[in-house]
Nanobody
Framework: QVQLVESGGGLVQAGGSLRLSCAAS????????MGWYRQTPGKQRDLVAT????????NYADAVKGRFTISRDNAKNTVYLQMNSLKPEDTAVYYCNLNLKILFGRYSDYWGQGTQVTVSS
């Protein structure tokens, strides 16, 4: 019923930039908060950034503050993560998370398939 498609990951040198996108499609009635998380092998999935329904409120992990920017386009049901000044420790699989309501449903969390970001030193 709902598909989340992520794109934009890849290999970049330290100091470089990448922009991740996550587009949602399907029987979507409304999308509440959107966010990005990341995970490295053997570790838990950690919050990177979140953005409120209207984009008026954002929240960032301390490790990415000042370097990453989350944004959203409600007309396209898409959330973005602009990542600048990338560091090797940013290497991880990045997942988008959308809290959304499908037609005749209730708000639930949906996850993207994950996209690999690798930062070389």
């Amino acid at each position: 019923q709902v598909q989340l498609v992520e794109s934009g990951g890849g290999l970049v040198q330290a100091g470089g930039s990448l922009r991740l996108s996550c587009a949602a499609s399907g029987s979507i009635f409304s999308i509440n908060a959107m966010g990005w998380y990341r995970q490295t092998p053997g570790k838990q999935r950690d919050l990177v950034a979140t953005i409120s329904f209207n984009g008026g409120a954002t929240n960032y992990a301390d490790a990415v503050k000042g370097r990453f920017t989350i944004s959203r386009d409600n007309a396209k049901n898409t959330v973005y993560l602009q990542m600048n000044s990338l560091k090797p420790e940013d290497t991880a699989v990045y997942y988008c998370n959308l809290n959304l309501k499908i037609l005749f449903g209730r708000y639930s969390d949906y996850w993207g398939q994950g996209t690999q970001v690798t930062v070389s030193s």
